[in-house]
């Protein structure tokens, strides 16, 4: 698809109440709460394992070889394009992949807190990054790349930005959720409240999965009558987990509890 301005209302089309002010004015509220961007370093940018599983690339065959070239010649722990200007279309072997513990060994789950954030460590990343903000070009690339079927990010989209802002106006998300809960109303769970909602709790950081049948096999289940899931259920109203949540960072260790606060849709 290649888009103009008409094409780009079309495909956006709830923006159209909007006059440039009111998306300045979204923009400038979206910025004074967004952290800061995370470095990547050039060192942890992966080795060429992509995987390349979408429709194919449609680059085209001139700029693929030469970005192929280009890339035999560097370091192969180097992506072969900037994730904050990417090509627009998607480059051979996009997006690089990495595994779970390279990326664990880099940042420890259980050491979050760094003196600045110049202590940070830089992170992995290879996935696109698209702003609406520069409107046709980077919307025509993130086109692109969802027509090759590959993932991208698409920053800053007004009309999803009105729903940052909403969210973010004190006790709106408390008055609309304590609205619908999903608690015990039989007084069975920790809130029999019905603005309660149901919490996965663990005694530390780690959030474990787990998964157990009521029909397994009558050895499994002796084998596990002793056994303690690693984490359980308690019912908290949206208000009682933000005050979980709003503890200072010593209440929130890693060998502290913690609560999973789930709302589905």
């Not at 979204?26 to 995987?51: A, C, M, W």
């Not at 992995?124 to 990054?129: D, G, L, M, V």
């Amino acid at each position: 698809i290649n888009i103009n301005n008409n094409i780009l209302s079309s495909l956006f089309p709830f923006q159209d109440h909007m006059n440039e002010a009111t998306k300045q004015e979204l923009y400038d509220f979206v910025q004074s709460i967004r952290k800061p961007f995370f470095e990547s370093h050039p060192s942890l940018l992966g080795t060429n394992t992509g995987t390349g599983k979408g429709k194919g690339n449609v680059q085209e065959e001139e700029n693929e070889n030469e970005l192929e070239h280009d890339h035999e010649n560097s370091n192969d722990n180097v992506l072969p394009y900037d994730i904050y200007n990417c090509p627009e279309h998607p480059p051979p072997n996009y997006p690089y992949e990495y595994s779970l513990l390279s990326i664990i060994n880099n940042w420890n789950p259980n050491n979050t807190s760094f003196p600045t954030l110049d202590n940070r460590p830089k992170i992995y990343a290879s996935i696109c990054r698209f702003d609406f903000k520069k409107g046709i070009a980077d919307v025509q690339k993130a086109l692109n790349y969802r027509e090759a079927e590959l993932p991208f990010i698409l920053r800053d989209d007004p009309t999803v930005l009105e729903v940052v802002k909403r969210w973010n106006t004190p006790g709106y998300l408390s008055n609309l959720l304590n609205e619908n809960g999903n608690g015990n109303k039989n007084g069975n769970s920790a809130s029999a409240s019905a603005s309660a909602y149901k919490t996965e709790y663990s005694e530390s950081n780690h959030l474990m999965f787990f998964r157990t049948s009521k029909n397994s096999k009558s050895n499994l289940r002796e084998e596990l009558k002793d056994w303690t899931p690693p984490m359980s259920e308690v019912y908290l109203t949206y208000d009682e987990w933000v005050e979980k949540a709003s503890q200072p960072l010593e209440d929130m260790a890693p060998d502290k509890p913690h609560y999973y606060f789930r709302v589905n849709a």
